[in-house]
Nanobody
Framework: QVHIVESGGGLVQPGGSLRLSCTAS????????MGWYRQAPGKQRELVAT???????NYADSVKGRFTISRDNAKNMMALEMNSLKPEDTAVYYC??????????????????WGQGTQVTVSS
């Protein structure tokens, strides 16, 4: 089983910045993709950004040019640098990791794990 922990959320004024961090732990063989998702009250969870183990990134149009996703494969860590924050960025941000764990008999079962989320509030 893979355990995910997010941190770095908080209250920030419009135009400000925050850095979110995510750490995955467990008997991990490989993490193929890590990503950030967010969910505002009364809305569906949406993709913010993803990054593969090779560094390929994908961003939602709403955050492109303002947010930057990065990862440290050796530490199973991921970060989201958020700049020029807007009130509409207010949401609970969740970290997601997908890949393979080390199983019995040389098996490598897939995993798809989520963190508990961290609150980001953008308000003046």
């Amino acid at each position: 089983q893979v355990h995910i922990v997010e941190s770095g959320g908080g209250l920030v004024q419009p135009g400000g910045s925050l850095r979110l961090s995510c750490t995955a732990s467990g008997v991990i063989f490989s993490i193929s993709v890590m990503g950030w998702y967010r969910q505002a009250p009364g809305k569906q969870r949406e993709l913010v950004a993803t990054i593969t183990k090779y560094g390929t990134t994908n961003y939602a149009d709403s955050v492109k040019g303002r947010f930057t996703i990065s990862r440290d494969n050796a530490k199973n860590m991921m970060a989201l640098e958020m700049n020029s924050l807007k009130p509409e960025d207010t949401a609970v941000y969740y970290c997601n990791a997908q890949g393979m764990i080390v199983g019995a008999f040389g098996r490598k079962p897939d995993f798809n794990s989520w963190g508990q989320g961290t609150q980001v509030t953008v308000s003046s």
